[in-house]
Each structure stands twice: as structure tokens, then as C-alpha cells.
């Protein structure tokens, strides 16, 4: 295995959900919204060696569409809603949670890849 100390997967994951450096967990990971930096501002890890594309969005989708599918399901059998209350509210509850989790989600998918040393994250430094 390239590299002298062993990645704790379980705390690079946590690292990256809080949306921190998955090395040293002070530095932010991104530098915008989902804009991932090039390196940590605190411990200079390299972090453009990240290839997380399209995984973030379908891991959103997919956890999104998990969570509403029978809440709205629920809701119809319980409090029988006029169809425009129910389509705004949870028009709304799913944009705000799909926002909430896309960044967070790419920041686990760069820790995981941190953790795991791939695409290039287990480079020696040149």
C-alpha cells in the first residue's frame, strides 16, 4: 500500500459530511457551493485529485425520493389534503432537502475517496 499511515474511513466520511478536510477535519473542503478546493488552506492536503462527477446528485435523488415517497404517501391516507397544499409543501420540503444533502454527499464521496486512496489521493507528495 502506497503511503506510511493508515486513512480511518469512518472518520474521513464524518469529515467530509461536515464538509471539512478529510485529513486534518479543520480546513473546509469546498470553496463554494460544491466547488471542491484544490488543497486544504490548513494542512495543505491535495484535494483535486477527486472524481466524484454525477454521485453526489443521484445519491441525493435517491435518498430524497426514499424519504417523500411514503411521507407523501401518509399524508394522502391521513389527512386527505386539497392536491395544490400537498404538491407545495412538498415541492418545498424536497427541493430544501436535496439542497441541504447535495453538498454534504460530495463532500462523503471526496472523503471516501481520500479514505481509500483513489484516483491519485495515494500519490506521494513529488
Not at 492536503?45 to 441525493?60: F, I, K
Not at 427541493?95 to 483513489?118: F, H
Amino acid at each position: 500500500m502506497i503511503g506510511s499511515h493508515v486513512r480511518p474511513v469512518g472518520a474521513a466520511v464524518m469529515r467530509g459530511w461536515c464538509k471539512r478536510c478529510p485529513n486534518c477535519g479543520a480546513g473546509p473542503m469546498l470553496s463554494g457551493y460544491l466547488a471542491v478546493r484544490e488543497h486544504c488552506p490548513v494542512c495543505m492536503e491535495e484535494l483535486h485529485h477527486h472524481h466524484s462527477d454525477d454521485g453526489p446528485a443521484y445519491l441525493t435523488v435517491l435518498i430524497v425520493g426514499l424519504l417523500s415517497a411514503p411521507l407523501v404517501a401518509g399524508s394522502i391516507a391521513v389527512f386527505r389534503p386539497d392536491p395544490l397544499v400537498l404538491t407545495s409543501v412538498f415541492s418545498i420540503g424536497c427541493v430544501a432537502l436535496a439542497l441541504y444533502l447535495l453538498p454534504r454527499l460530495k463532500g462523503v464521496m471526496v472523503a471516501l475517496q481520500w479514505a481509500k486512496r483513489m484516483h491519485g489521493f495515494g500519490q506521494p507528495a513529488e
